[in-house]
C-alpha cells in the first residue's frame, strides 16, 4: 500500500468510518464546498468603501493618494516619486501599458520584474475595505514579482473595485475570471518584520512603501 | 434558606477561621448553615493528577453530602469550579447520575458569588484599615467569572482601598500538586505576583482561594516580606471584630 | 528537532537562572498579549466568529479524509504534485528526492514548523546541498545552530546585541546595533539567494479544498519569495490543515493573525496554486505539496482531536505564565507552550514527554485566548489521565494519590489525619509560623516557605463548638 493509503486508511480508522474509502461522507464534503457558507464577521460600521479603505491602509503604513480619471494617475505616480526623490525609472505591469504615459517622462518597462527594479508599478483586482489590503492575481499581463522585488510598489486601483470584504473579493474573482490564478495575493502595506526584539521594523525582503492611487 | 457550607481541605487543615468567618458571613445573611460532617476534598488533586477514579468517589460523596440543600457556599473558587465544570464530565455514561450532578452544580457557589449574587449583600457592617490589592484565582476568574462579585463587596468595607496591582489576573503559580511537582517554575510565578503585590503599594494581599494565598504569603515571608498581609476575602468581610470573636482556640 | 522534552525539568531549572534568557522574555515576551487585546477591541462578535472558526475546524477534522482526497484531486487537476509523508523521516526523503531530481543545489526556505519536526535542514545539508532559511527569526537561529523557541517568533529570546554579534560574525561586517540596519543588513544578504536558489520551501498556513490551493500568512516578503522566483516551490505541511472553501478561509483570517502577532492583517496572504501557467512571466515551474502525517492521524477519535484544530497563532504560548518564565526552548521540541504541552507527548510519546503536560498549573489563559477553543487545559488533563493509567508517573506519586484517595474517602480516619497534621505542621512551623523545609515537600519549600496550619482544624473546633 501507497503512503497515501495508509494514511487516509488511519485516518478513516481513527474517525471510527466504515469501509476503506469515503462513500456518502464524500458527496456530503462536496455539497458543503458548493455550500460555501459565509461565516460571521464584525459589524461593518462604515458606509463609504473608498474611505475605510484609505483609513486602514494609512493604518497599515500604505500611503494614499486619489485621482478623478486613470489618465490622471501617470502624473499622480510622478507627484509621488518626486516628492520621495525616488527614480524615475519603473518597471510596470504589461495591464498598464495602455495608460497614457509618454507625457510624464517615466522610464517605464512593461514586464516581469528582475532584483534591480526600484520601483514596481501595478494595478489590483480589487481592494478589500475592512483591512485595507489589495488582490492581485498573477497572471502573463500581471506579473507577480512586480509587487514585491522592487523597494517601492505603487498600485492603481479604482475606486469601483473596492469590497467590503475578503468574501466579496472571492465571491468578485469566481465571476470574473474561470479559476483562481496561479497566485493570489493579498498585499497589506510595506513589507515588516518584528523578529528582532518584536520591534516592527518596515521594508524587510519585501517593498520599504506602498503607494496607492485611487481612481474615481 | 438552608445553606451547605464546604470548608474545603485547606481552610479546614491550615486555616479554620475561614471557614468560620465564612459561616459568620453566611448567618448574619440569615441562612441556616450547616456543615455535614462527611465532606473532606472536592477530589481537585486526584482529578488534576489524572486519577479520575478519585474524582468520582469524591464527587458522588459531594452529592450525598449536599444534595438536600437550597445552597452549597464554598470559600474557594478552585473547588467550586470544580464542581460546577468537571464532577458531570465524570460520569459520562451515568446520565441520571449527571442530571443530579447539575442540578447540585446550579446550586452551589463560591462565597462572594453567593453574597453578591444570590444574597445581594448590601452592607456588610465591616471594617478594614489599610489598602488592599485583590488577586483574581485562576479557576474562580475563569471557570466562574468572578471579578467584580469580591471588589464589589470590599467596597462596602469601611476604610477599605482597593489598589490594583498591574497583572491580577496572572497566574501565582499555585496549581495545586504543580507548585510540588514543578516547584521551580512555581517560585518564580509566586515570586512576580510577590513583586507585583509589593509595588501595588498594598498592606494586604487578598484573594479567594487559600492555595493561591499560602503560595503567596510562603513567597512573601521567603523574600523577606513580613509586614504585607496575606488574607482570605472572607476574613476582610466579616471584620476584625468578628474574626477576634471566632476564636480559634 | 533533537528531542529534549524529556529533560523538561531540567531545562527549566537553567532557563530560569539563564539571565539573558529571563531579561529578554520580561522585556519582550508581553508584547504580544497587549497587541491583540488591542487588536481584538476591532471585533465586536469574536466570540461568534470564534465559535464559527473552531465549527469549520472540527468540520474538516470529522470527515478529514474525504476532504484531504478532495483537496488532492484539484491540487493535481491544476498540475501541482501531491506527495504523502507517513513521518518526518518520510519528509526528508521526498524533498531530496525531488531536488535530486531536478539537480537542486540552492534552496531557500520560509517559515515551516514541520520541518523542524523532520529535523528537514539537516538532512538536506548531508545530502550536499544548500539551506538558506530566510524568514529573519529562523535565519537568526540559523546562523546561531540553535532552534526556535516560538512559532511564530522564534528569535524571541534573542536580543539585538545577541543578533549584532552573529552578523558580524557570519557576513564579516562591522558590528552594528541598529534594529533597521540589521534588517536591512540580512536583505542584502539574502536577496541574492532569493535570485539564484533552484528551490523554495515553504510552510503552508492552509490547504484549500475548494481550489486544491496552498496559502501562506506572512509579513516579510520571504514567503512570496520562496513562493514565486526559484522554478520549483516544494509546501510542507500536516494533513490536517485543510479548510474547506475561500468563505472558511476569509472566517479563520479575521482571528489567525490578530491571535498571533496582533496584526488585523498580516502584510501578505499568499494563495497559490500550482505551477506558472505557458504565457506566464514569473512563478514556479513545478509546484509540490507533501502532505505530512507524522502522528496527527493518531488523535482522531480521541479527545485529543481536537488540538487538531490548531491554527499556529502562539497566542496559547504568548498568554502561558509558565512559558513567560522559561521561553520555548526549554520544552524541549518543536512545539512549546500550551500547545506544546498536548502536541509533543501526542506526538514523540508520552513518555519521551512525561513532564510536559504536568507543566502547567491549568490557570486557563490560553483556553481563553485560543482562536478555535482547543480546551488546552483539558486536553492537558487527558495526558495526565493517560501517564496515571500506564503507571508511567514515579511510583512515589502514584502511591501518595492512592494514600490519598482512600483517606478522603474515609471522613473519619481524614479527620483524625488532619488533626495530628495540623499540629504536628503546627509546632514544626513556631513562632512564625513558618516551615522553612518539609520532607517530601522541598519542590515547594525550595523557594517558598510553607505557612504552617493554626494548630486545629476546622472540623475540629466545629465540633467543639457545636457540643
Given at each position: 500500500m501507497s503512503a497515501r493509503d495508509n494514511i487516509l486508511a488511519r485516518v478513516r480508522r481513527g474517525l471510527n468510518l466504515p469501509g476503506d474509502v469515503p462513500g456518502a461522507e464524500r458527496s456530503e464534503v462536496l455539497r458543503a464546498i458548493n455550500d460555501n457558507a459565509r461565516g460571521p464577521r464584525p459589524t461593518y460600521g462604515w458606509t463609504d468603501h473608498a474611505e475605510r479603505f484609505s483609513l486602514r491602509s494609512k493604518m497599515l503604513s500604505t500611503t494614499v493618494d486619489r485621482v478623478a480619471t486613470l489618465n490622471d494617475a501617470p502624473a499622480a505616480v510622478v507627484r509621488y516619486l518626486n516628492e520621495l526623490k525616488l527614480p524615475l525609472n519603473a518597471v510596470a505591469w504589461p495591464a498598464l501599458s495602455a495608460m497614457p504615459w509618454s507625457a510624464t517622462g517615466l522610464g517605464l518597462e512593461f514586464r516581469g520584474a528582475k532584483d534591480s527594479d526600484l520601483v514596481g508599478i501595478t494595478g489590483a483586482f480589487c481592494a478589500i475595505a475592512e483591512t485595507g489590503s489589495l488582490m492581485l492575481l498573477s497572471g502573463p499581463d500581471t506579473p507577480a514579482a512586480v509587487s514585491l522585488l522592487p523597494e517601492t510598489h505603487i498600485a492603481i486601483l479604482d475606486v469601483s473595485r473596492i469590497v467590503p470584504g475578503m468574501e466579496e473579493a472571492w465571491t468578485l474573482l469566481k465571476s470574473q475570471q474561470s479559476a483562481v490564478p496561479r497566485a493570489v495575493n493579498f498585499i497589506s502595506g510595506p513589507s515588516r518584520t518584528a523578529d528582532i526584539e518584536q520591534t516592527i521594523i518596515i521594508g524587510a525582503h519585501g517593498p520599504y512603501r506602498v503607494h496607492v492611487i485611487l481612481v474615481g | 434558606m438552608r445553606v451547605g457550607l464546604f470548608v474545603t481541605c485547606l481552610v479546614d487543615l491550615m486555616r479554620p477561621r475561614i471557614g468560620f468567618a465564612t459561616l459568620k458571613l453566611l448567618q448574619n445573611s440569615g441562612c441556616e448553615v450547616v456543615v455535614p460532617e462527611g465532606q473532606t476534598c472536592c477530589g481537585q488533586p486526584g482529578f488534576n493528577s489524572g486519577d479520575r477514579e478519585s474524582g468520582r468517589l469524591l464527587a458522588q460523596r459531594f452529592l450525598k453530602d449536599f444534595e438536600s440543600f437550597d445552597y452549597v457556599v464554598i470559600p474557594s473558587g478552585s473547588c467550586t469550579g470544580m464542581i460546577r465544570h468537571h464532577y458531570a464530565q465524570l460520569f459520562p455514561a451515568d446520565p441520571a447520575l449527571q442530571k443530579r450532578?447539575?442540578?447540585?452544580?446550579?446550586?452551589?457557589?463560591?462565597?462572594?458569588?453567593?453574597?453578591?449574587?444570590?444574597?445581594?449583600?448590601?452592607?456588610?457592617?465591616?471594617?478594614?484599615?489599610?489598602?488592599?490589592?485583590?488577586?483574581?484565582?485562576?479557576?474562580?476568574?475563569?471557570?466562574?467569572?468572578?471579578?467584580?462579585?469580591?471588589?464589589?463587596?470590599?467596597?462596602?468595607?469601611?476604610?477599605?482601598?482597593?489598589?490594583?496591582?498591574?497583572?491580577p489576573e496572572t497566574c501565582c503559580g499555585f496549581g495545586g500538586a504543580f507548585s510540588i511537582k514543578l516547584g521551580d517554575i512555581a517560585s518564580r510565578m509566586a515570586d512576580n505576583k510577590c513583586q507585583d503585590v509589593q509595588a501595588s503599594g498594598a498592606d494586604a494581599i487578598v484573594g479567594g482561594d487559600l492555595g493561591c494565598l499560602l503560595n503567596i504569603e510562603g513567597r512573601l515571608r521567603r523574600m523577606g516580606d513580613e509586614s504585607t498581609q496575606v488574607l482570605h476575602v472572607a476574613e476582610v468581610l466579616v471584620g476584625p471584630e468578628a474574626l477576634a470573636d471566632l476564636g480559634e482556640d | 528537532m533533537l528531542l529534549t522534552s524529556f529533560s523538561f525539568k531540567s531545562n527549566v531549572k537553567k532557563k530560569l537562572v539563564d539571565p539573558v534568557l529571563q531579561k529578554n522574555m520580561k522585556r519582550f515576551g508581553g508584547r504580544f498579549v497587549i497587541a491583540r487585546a488591542e487588536v481584538m477591541k476591532e471585533v465586536d462578535n469574536l466570540e461568534d466568529i470564534r465559535v464559527a472558526a473552531a465549527a469549520i475546524r472540527d468540520g474538516i477534522l470529522a470527515n478529514l479524509d474525504s476532504y484531504l482526497i478532495t483537496f488532492e484531486e484539484r491540487a493535481q487537476a491544476r498540475g501541482t504534485t501531491v506527495h504523502w509523508a507517513e513521518t518526518a523521516q518520510d519528509v526528508n526523503r521526498i524533498l531530496i528526492e525531488i531536488a535530486k531530481a531536478n539537480g537542486v543545489r540552492k534552496i531557500v526556505k520560509s517559515k515551516s514548523m514541520v520541518s523542524e519536526e523532520s529535523g528537514l535542514n539537516d538532512a538536506v545539508a548531508a545530502a550536499d546541498m544548500q539551506v538558506i532559511e530566510t524568514d529573519l527569526g529562523e535565519y537568526i537561529l540559523q546562523l546561531a545552530d540553535e532552534p526556535p523557541s516560538h512559532i511564530i517568533a522564534p528569535a524571541i529570546h534573542k536580543n539585538v546585541e545577541e543578533v549584532a554579534e552573529l552578523f558580524s560574525k557570519h557576513h564579516h561586517t562591522p558590528r552594528q546595533t541598529n534594529i533597521p540596519a540589521l534588517c536591512r543588513e540580512a536583505r542584502e544578504q539574502l536577496r541574492p539567494h532569493f535570485i539564484s536558489a533552484d528551490m523554495g520551501i515553504s510552510g503552508g498556513n492552509f490547504l484549500i479544498a475548494e481550489t486544491g490551493s496552498v496559502?501562506?500568512?506572512?509579513?516579510?516578503?520571504?514567503?512570496?519569495?520562496?513562493?514565486?522566483?526559484?522554478?520549483?516551490?516544494?509546501?510542507?505541511?500536516?494533513?490536517?490543515?485543510?479548510?474547506?472553501?475561500?468563505?472558511?478561509?476569509?472566517?479563520?483570517?479575521?482571528?489567525?493573525?490578530?491571535?498571533?502577532?496582533?496584526?488585523?492583517?498580516?502584510?501578505?496572504?499568499?494563495?497559490?496554486?500550482?505551477?506558472?501557467?505557458?504565457?506566464?512571466?514569473?512563478?514556479?515551474?513545478?509546484?509540490?505539496?507533501?502532505?505530512?502525517?507524522?502522528?496527527?492521524?493518531?488523535?482522531?477519535?480521541?479527545?485529543?482531536?481536537?488540538?487538531?484544530?490548531?491554527?499556529?497563532?502562539?497566542?496559547?504560548?504568548?498568554?502561558?505564565?509558565?512559558?513567560?518564565?522559561?521561553?520555548?526552548?526549554?520544552?524541549?521540541?518543536?512545539?512549546?507552550?500550551?500547545?506544546g504541552a498536548v502536541l509533543t507527548p501526542s506526538y514523540v510519546g508520552l513518555k519521551n514527554a512525561l513532564d510536559l503536560p504536568q507543566a502547567s498549573t491549568l490557570c486557563g489563559a490560553c483556553e481563553v485566548v485560543c482562536p478555535v477553543k482547543i480546551p488546552l487545559p483539558e486536553l492537558m488533563r487527558v495526558l495526565r489521565e493517560q501517564s496515571f493509567e500506564q503507571r508511567l508517573r514515579p511510583w512515589s506519586e502514584r502511591f501518595s494519590i492512592g494514600v490519598w484517595r482512600t483517606m478522603a474517602n474515609h471522613p473519619r480516619v481524614y479527620a483524625r489525619f488532619a488533626q495530628v497534621a495540623a499540629r504536628l505542621l503546627h509546632l514544626m512551623g513556631g513562632k512564625k509560623g513558618l516551615l522553612h523545609w518539609l520532607p517530601g515537600l522541598d519542590g515547594w519549600t525550595d523557594g517558598r516557605d510553607m505557612p504552617a496550619p493554626t494548630g486545629k482544624t476546622f472540623r475540629e473546633l466545629y465540633a467543639k463548638r457545636k457540643s
Open positions: - | 450532578i447539575n442540578a447540585l452544580s446550579a446550586r452551589t457557589y463560591e462565597l462572594t458569588q453567593f453574597l453578591h449574587t444570590v444574597l445581594h449583600i448590601q452592607n456588610l457592617h465591616s471594617s478594614f484599615k489599610g489598602n488592599i490589592t485583590y488577586h483574581d484565582s485562576c479557576s474562580g476568574l475563569r471557570e466562574l467569572g468572578i471579578k467584580l462579585q469580591p471588589r464589589q463587596l470590599i467596597g462596602q468595607v469601611a476604610g477599605a482601598q482597593l489598589r490594583e496591582m498591574e497583572k | 496559502v501562506i500568512v506572512t509579513n516579510e516578503g520571504n514567503g512570496r519569495m520562496v513562493t514565486t522566483l526559484p522554478k520549483i516551490h516544494v509546501a510542507i505541511t500536516g494533513i490536517e490543515k485543510v479548510l474547506p472553501t475561500l468563505n472558511d478561509l476569509s472566517t479563520i483570517l479575521r482571528l489567525l493573525p490578530r491571535s498571533a502577532t496582533g496584526q488585523s492583517i498580516t502584510n501578505y496572504v499568499s494563495m497559490l496554486t500550482g505551477p506558472k501557467g505557458a504565457d506566464d512571466v514569473d512563478g514556479p515551474e513545478q509546484s509540490h505539496i507533501i502532505l505530512v502525517d507524522s502522528g496527527r492521524s493518531r488523535l482522531l477519535g480521541t479527545e485529543l482531536q481536537r488540538a487538531l484544530r490548531c491554527i499556529r497563532c502562539g497566542a496559547c504560548m504568548n498568554h502561558c505564565p509558565v512559558y513567560q518564565n522559561i521561553g520555548g526552548h526549554a520544552y524541549g521540541w518543536v512545539y512549546p507552550g500550551p500547545i
